[in-house]
C-alpha cells in the first residue's frame, strides 16, 4: 500500500540535543509538510517543500530545518531542542493540484518528541 | 478571530446516536473542505472532502458545507465505539491546510 512513513515513532532526547526526525513516502507525491501538534492542539504548518523548493512558515523558530535529498524523503531537524519543542510531529504528502494550489493531504502516524 | 473554530468537546453520546461536529470559517477564499479523523497517539486520517457548498456522504459519514454562512459540518449515523477519535476540521486555500482545534469524541457502550 502507499503510504507516508515516519521514524522514529517515538524519539527521546535531552536539551540542547540536536536530533532528526524522517519522513518517507512510496505516493510519489511532489509537495511534503512538517507540522507540529502539541496535546489539544492543532496541527501547526513549519514548513513544506514544493519539489525541492523550500517555504518556511513566518513563525517557524529556527531551532527548526529541514531537508528533502529526493521525492521520497524529507527530515526535520531540531538544532537545540527546548522543553517547549516536546509534541507530535507529522509529515504529510499532496499531489501538485496544477492552479498554483494541492491535492489533499496524507499523513503520516507522526513521531512523539520528548525532551528530558 | 481565528480562522478556523471548532469546539473542542469532549462530546460523549451513546452507542447508536447522531454525532453532529461543526466548524466555522473566516476566509470565504477557502474552496476545499477536510474532515479528518486522529486516534490517540496517531497521525491524522483523511475522513471526507468537499469542494465548494453542498452535501457529500460516505457509509455512516455526511459532511456538509455552507458557504454563505462559512458553516462546516460533518455528520456521523448510528455511532460506534470504534468511531471515538478527535475529528479534526481543515480548510485549504492554495496549499496551505489551517485546522481546527478538533473536537474529541466519545461514543460509549
Known amino acids: 500500500d502507499a503510504m507516508v512513513i515516519q521514524n522514529p515513532r517515538y524519539q527521546v532526547t535531552q536539551f540542547g540535543k540536536p536530533v532528526t526526525l524522517s519522513c518517507s513516502q512510496t505516493?510519489?507525491?511532489?509537495?511534503m509538510y512538517w507540522y507540529q501538534q502539541k496535546s489539544s492542539q492543532a496541527p501547526k504548518l513549519l514548513f513544506h517543500?514544493?519539489?525541492?523548493?523550500?517555504?518556511n512558515e513566518a513563525d517557524t523558530p529556527d531551532n527548526f530545518q529541514s531537508r528533502r535529498p529526493n521525492t521520497s524523503f524529507c527530515f526535520l531537524d531540531i538544532r537545540s531542542p527546548g522543553l517547549g519543542d516536546a509534541a507530535m510531529y507529522l509529515c504529510?504528502?499532496?499531489?501538485?493540484?496544477?492552479?498554483?494550489?494541492?491535492?489533499?493531504?496524507?499523513f503520516g502516524p507522526g513521531t512523539r518528541l520528548t525532551v528530558l | 478571530q481565528k480562522e478556523v473554530e471548532q469546539d473542542p468537546g469532549p462530546l460523549s453520546v451513546p452507542e447508536g446516536a447522531i454525532v453532529s461536529l461543526n466548524c466555522t470559517y473566516s476566509?470565504?477564499?477557502?474552496?476545499?473542505f477536510m474532515w479528518y479523523r486522529q486516534y490517540s497517539r496517531k497521525g491524522p486520517e483523511l475522513l471526507m472532502y468537499?469542494?465548494?457548498?453542498g452535501n457529500k456522504e460516505d457509509g455512516r459519514f455526511t459532511a456538509q458545507v455552507d458557504k454563505s454562512s462559512k458553516y462546516i459540518s460533518l455528520f456521523i449515523r448510528d455511532s460506534q465505539p470504534s468511531d471515538s477519535a478527535t475529528y479534526l476540521c481543515?480548510?485549504?486555500?492554495?496549499?496551505?491546510?489551517?485546522f481546527g482545534t478538533g473536537t474529541q469524541l466519545k461514543v460509549e457502550l
Open positions: 504529510a504528502t499532496s499531489r501538485d493540484s496544477g492552479q498554483g494550489g494541492t491535492d489533499t493531504q496524507y
Open positions: 481543515a480548510i485549504q486555500g492554495g496549499n496551505k491546510l489551517t
Open positions: 476566509n470565504s477564499a477557502f474552496q476545499y
Open positions: 517543500y514544493y519539489d525541492k523548493d523550500f517555504n
Open positions: 505516493l510519489n507525491h511532489n509537495v
Open positions: 468537499t469542494y465548494s457548498s
